[in-house]
């Protein structure tokens, strides 16, 4: 059966369930062990968040989220490193590139403010912004994802509705990528007159040039990059995407760095007056290399 | 002296004003007469939204705003073409590649419903998210904007503040550029496995490829384009920036045009399953071409 993606057909944000065969039946999450509902090929259409990562975080609106493997299924204990290319965790990495909406359901336990006192529940549609690799406290490799709720959904109820609840509309669009900018990005995108610091490329449209400030290492949580030109590239739009994604990073003498090939693309273009900082360039190869 | 861009520094959303000296007075709005105050270096920093073109459209959150320049002084009819590059127009520009926040004053008259009773009304902070051009019921052509206001600011009160209103803090970020997606532009991507209808290019990223989906007749007012597969191209975000700001279009057998020389950047890549509309083509190169 092909995934289901967006809200439930008649299960309204907030209501609660029972158990996890509770949520098939309601084609909420459909696996009755996994955590992550996903394919590579097709995007993961549900999570559930359990608490049962010491490495995961629940902001409410923003969840940081460890994907499946490498952990021993009697004691739970990590053993091996994560792999991005296990299912789950590819179908969260499509959902991101993809722009899809994850149905994100909360279980009870854990430590998490936001769980549910009992069971799980159903608490809406989260888009994937953002995943890295890091190497937790036991020493294995996890790969963790920045999830973000779409706004102009219901407020997910301090009560548990029951499964009278209204049922949400469909959205018909969702967010797949918003691009930000600050006064210390205009500052770097003036100093480069528009150009990308990885082509060179201009980009020329009507009435002027387009071009995108990228923070190295990522603003918000977890990564908490500063707003600062030394950690700010101006990029094209599709250098910034791969810069974001994880599909070039930089070395220390400023050389950007094909991450799936490991081949050079060549020299950062830089100037004077941009000092670019070694340690947010580390931050940001370490989410992509070991 | 510096344009300052963001909210006035003891201004309320809401507040009132007499009128332009006041506007003035406050840090507002600058210019006396202009209803644009910007440049092309700098960008737009605010504008007089008055109703005086019978082109313009007030929907409140997403305003369609008409540049200026073309009209006769005294009787105020257009009488001549306006111009991309004149200095209020061509700030607004700037303000839509930049991301630049826009302060929104309106004017008491004309027809809109968001319009204050009397005087003028301080709005809030808007972005501009397009730009077109297109001849009005008079022959001349028109320079026109979207401009879409930032969410969490504080609604428009219905009565007026006056000056004694609690200051409303500057946004720290601004959200330059939205990619958005829909069940339909997944199609068209799978179609085309994420490459670029313009270049072939297939981004490589950790863990898949990326590409957008690009609406040929904008999603949204004013342009209302379906979201239809053969409205919808995928593209590199590059390409993608190109298409929706005016730097290439196409041409009725699907070459893409570099809209600034008129050159051929080459034929659109096309599928089988993929049909594109005669339809939508026309109507974005004519807001491009005469």
Redesign the interface.
């Known amino acids: 059966m092909p995934k289901h993606?967006g809200d439930p057909p008649d299960v309204a944000v907030g209501t609660g369930f029972k158990n996890r065969q509770a949520l098939r039946d309601a084609e909420v999450h459909a696996p009755l062990m996994a955590g992550i509902s996903g394919t590579?090929a097709e995007g993961a259409d549900s999570i559930v968040v359990s608490g049962g990562y010491l490495d995961d975080a629940d902001y409410g609106d923003v969840i940081i989220y460890t994907g499946h493997g490498g952990n021993d299924p009697q004691t739970k204990r990590q053993i091996a490193d994560q792999d991005?290319?296990a299912h789950g965790?590819?179908g969260l990495?499509?959902s991101q590139?993809?722009?899809?909406p994850v149905r994100v359901i909360r279980g009870a336990g854990g430590h998490s403010q936001h769980a549910p006192a009992v069971g799980f529940r159903y608490d809406g549609l989260y888009r994937v912004t953002d995943?890295w690799t890091r190497t937790g406290a036991h020493g294995f490799r996890l790969v963790q994802f920045r999830l973000e709720r779409f706004?102009d959904q219901p407020e997910v109820p301090l009560d548990q509705l029951d499964l009278e609840g209204q049922p949400v509309a469909l959205r018909?669009?969702?967010?797949?990528?918003?691009?930000?900018?600050?006064?210390t990005v205009?500052k770097v995108?003036a100093l480069h007159d528009d150009g990308c610091q990885v082509c060179g490329?201009r980009?020329?449209?009507?009435?002027?040039?387009?071009s995108?400030g990228a923070h190295i290492r990522a603003?918000g949580r977890p990564h908490l990059g500063p707003?600062t030109l030394d950690n700010i590239l101006c990029l094209?739009?599709?250098h910034?995407?791969?810069l974001d994604?994880?599909?070039l990073y930089l070395s220390d003498d400023l050389t950007v760095i094909d991450?799936?090939s490991g081949a050079v693309i060549g020299p950062l273009r830089t100037h004077p007056m941009h000092r670019i900082s070694l340690s947010h360039i580390r931050y940001h190869r370490g989410l992509?290399t070991t």
Chains 1, 2 share one sequence.
Do not use: M
Request: with cysteine.
């Open positions: 993606f590579q991005v290319a965790n590819a990495i499509t590139l993809q722009g899809l995943h706004e018909k669009a969702v967010i797949q990528r918003q691009i930000r900018s600050t006064a205009w995108k490329e980009l020329v449209v009507n009435g002027g040039t387009y995108e603003l707003d094209c739009p599709n910034h995407v791969r994604y994880g599909g991450a799936d992509w």
